[in-house]
């Protein structure tokens, strides 16, 4: 008999929760519940998880290890509040963008696409690879001049010369009203 109460015991375990939980961990969970019942009667209150964990010989560290192992989940549907909001709604992906920064960005973006576009396509080259627009990093000179196939010389002067360009006044325009965004 004792074989088929472990069976049904552990098929119970392996079925009855969302997430599985291994069979260790819930016998375990099972000696702490039964440890913190009886401290409940003893002391007259909850004891604490360094209680249990004196009365059954093992590390506090345990003991809130299988706390935290048994807690059930919580659905994301679940309400929050008085509204009509769940839990779901509350809850961001951090890894995406927000819709305000991508938009921001996207204007961003829009200003300096402009004001690169009244350069020469070699001085807006140069600019963007050197100040590491729309491309993986910025470039050293020396970098600019292989790839461009030109001096580092050369590509010092003609980023002289586009910077000189961008802060004429007309562009200048430009460029303020992206600061003012």
């Known amino acids: 008999t004792w074989w088929i109460r ?73 309400p929050v509040g008085d509204e009509d909001t769940e839990l779901e709604d509350f809850i961001g992906d951090k890894n995406s963008p927000s819709p305000y920064s991508d938009a921001e960005n996207k204007e961003i973006s829009g200003y300096i696409k402009k004001v690169l576009g009244t350069l020469t396509p070699k001085e807006e080259k140069v600019i963007r690879m050197r100040f590491g627009i729309g491309v993986d990093r910025d470039h050293t000179l020396e970098e600019v001049g292989r790839h461009l196939t030109i001096t580092r010389e050369r590509v010092r002067q003609i980023e002289a010369k586009a910077l000189r360009k961008l802060k004429h006044p007309s562009r200048l325009k430009a460029l303020k009203a992206l600061v003012s965004t």
């Open 6 to 78: 472990q069976a049904i015991t552990r098929a119970l375990i392996d079925q009855t929760k969302t997430i599985r939980v291994p069979v260790h961990m819930m016998e375990f969970y099972n000696r702490v519940t039964k440890a913190s019942r009886e401290l409940t009667q003893e002391l007259g209150r909850e004891p604490t998880d360094e209680e249990i964990a004196k009365k059954l010989t093992v590390p506090t560290r345990k003991v809130e290890e299988v706390f935290r192992a048994i807690q059930d989940p919580i659905a994301l549907q679940t």
